[in-house]
């Protein structure tokens, strides 16, 4: 089983979230200067931003294990809020929107790969008992 451990350090309105990673680095949220009624939802922007990540990488690798070739991929994740039986909000809802760009030629391997893409990744996998994850997947020619 592996772990990961993060940190977080709060004082005021400057928020530390220590990742140990040399590539993402440590992540500062600072509100100092930020209106009261524009504080909210970081924590949702860093999980849409965490399945979208995931999920991306994950496609990419899959794309390159079976030799296709592509350019870059592009996407935007949606994400959905709502209230539960006893009226908490709740996430209810991610919408993965993905595009590879990629020459023609590789058409037969993003199908193929397409198929077990929505499925999930790490993350929206593990996410979706808890609430849908939709995944809309593209490919375009160069």
């Known amino acids: 089983m592996a772990e990961l451990t993060i940190s977080y350090e709060g004082k005021g309105m400057v928020h530390n979230i220590k990742t140990g990673s040399?590539?993402?680095?440590d992540l500062t949220i600072d509100h100092t200067n930020v209106p009261e009624d524009q504080r909210g939802g970081v924590a949702k922007?860093?999980?849409?931003s965490s399945a979208l990540y995931c999920f991306c990488t994950a496609f990419a690798k899959?794309?390159?294990t079976r030799g296709a070739v592509f350019s870059r991929i592009e996407g935007k994740a949606t994400l959905e809020t709502g209230r539960d039986d006893k009226k908490r909000a709740r996430i209810t809802k991610i919408a993965l929107d993905v595009t590879v760009f990629m020459d023609e030629?590789?058409?037969f391997v993003f199908e193929r790969v397409e198929k077990i893409m929505k499925q999930g990744c790490l993350v929206?996998?593990?996410?979706?008992?808890?609430f849908?994850?939709?995944?809309?997947?593209?490919h375009q020619a160069e």
């Open 22 to 25: 040399s590539g993402l680095g």
């Open 124 to 130: 929206t996998g593990s996410l979706e008992p808890a």
């Open 62 to 64: 899959a794309l390159e």
């Open 132 to 138: 849908p994850v939709t995944y809309a997947l593209h």
């Open 105 to 107: 030629e590789h058409e």
């Open 45 to 48: 922007q860093l999980l849409a």
